[in-house]
């Protein structure tokens, strides 16, 4: 069955630091690669997607994310995260065209001050 | 342009009572996907629809759990005989009709939070 898997459930860090959340999925085929994050109160809104080309991806608020097709990874990465950036992200695959979405179990980051 | 609407965002029944949870998708959007958010885990799909058919249920309980998307209204999941662990967020998405085989972005509302008493 697929899955995907977030190793970090929660996550502290210090404003100006730098980010990395890993992601490993588990399906032998073609994939569709998504970051979601949650804003306390706020909806999930997409970070960013991979489908082709470029395994190297970028989203909004500076956040970007690689694919390696041998790791089975997506991990998300910001050089520098801020106070704002405080919410739940959740990593996400579909494994067929315009089906359902798999989610990890979500990481939760804390930026202090 | 309204996004994802859900109602109610909060739900509270007892035991054995049914829930009904709305979702409205984004003007335009065809496909609906509902999926369930229990305690401490990630969002687990349960059901893909279009207008008036199921197109993928595989993660529906089998038992108590529907869903429909009917041509005028919204989506309606309904729980019959609610149990405690059906407390969850049920999270609504939309996307709209496929063109070319492509995958389309799905859009997320906020949610119910369903408590079973």
């Known amino acids: 069955a697929q899955s995907v898997s977030q190793h970090n459930h929660h996550v502290i860090l210090s404003e100006a630091a730098s980010l990395e959340l890993g992601c490993n999925y588990s399906y032998g085929g073609t994939v569709n690669l998504f970051w979601y994050v949650q804003y306390p109160g706020q909806h999930l809104q997409l970070l960013l997607k991979y489908f082709s080309g470029d395994p190297l991806v970028k989203g909004i608020k500076g956040f970007e994310a690689e694919f390696i097709k041998s790791k089975f990874s997506f991990n998300l990465r910001k050089p520098s995260v801020q106070w704002s950036d405080t919410a739940e992200y959740f990593c996400?695959?579909?494994?067929?065209?315009?089906?359902?979405?798999?989610f990890g179990q979500g990481t939760e980051l804390s930026v202090k001050p | 342009n309204a996004g994802v609407m859900q109602n109610p965002r909060h739900l509270v029944r007892r035991r054995g009572q049914e829930a009904r949870l709305r979702c409205s998708p984004m003007k335009g959007h065809s496909h609906v996907y509902w999926y369930r958010q229990l305690p401490e885990e990630g969002l687990k799909f349960m059901v893909y629809?279009?207008?008036?058919?199921?197109?993928?249920e595989s993660g529906m309980p089998k038992e108590r759990f529907s869903a429909e998307f009917p041509k005028e209204g919204p989506s309606i999941l309904r729980i019959q005989q609610v149990v405690r662990g059906d407390s969850a967020a049920y999270f609504c998405?939309?996307?709209?009709?496929?063109?070319?085989?492509?995958?389309?972005?799905?859009?997320f509302g906020p949610g119910t939070r369903l408590t079973v008493l």
């Open positions: 998405a939309s996307s709209p009709p496929k063109s070319g085989g492509s995958y389309n972005e799905q859009f």
């Open positions: 996400a695959v579909n494994a067929q065209q315009g089906g359902k979405l798999i």
């Open positions: 629809l279009q207008k008036e058919n199921i197109i993928d």
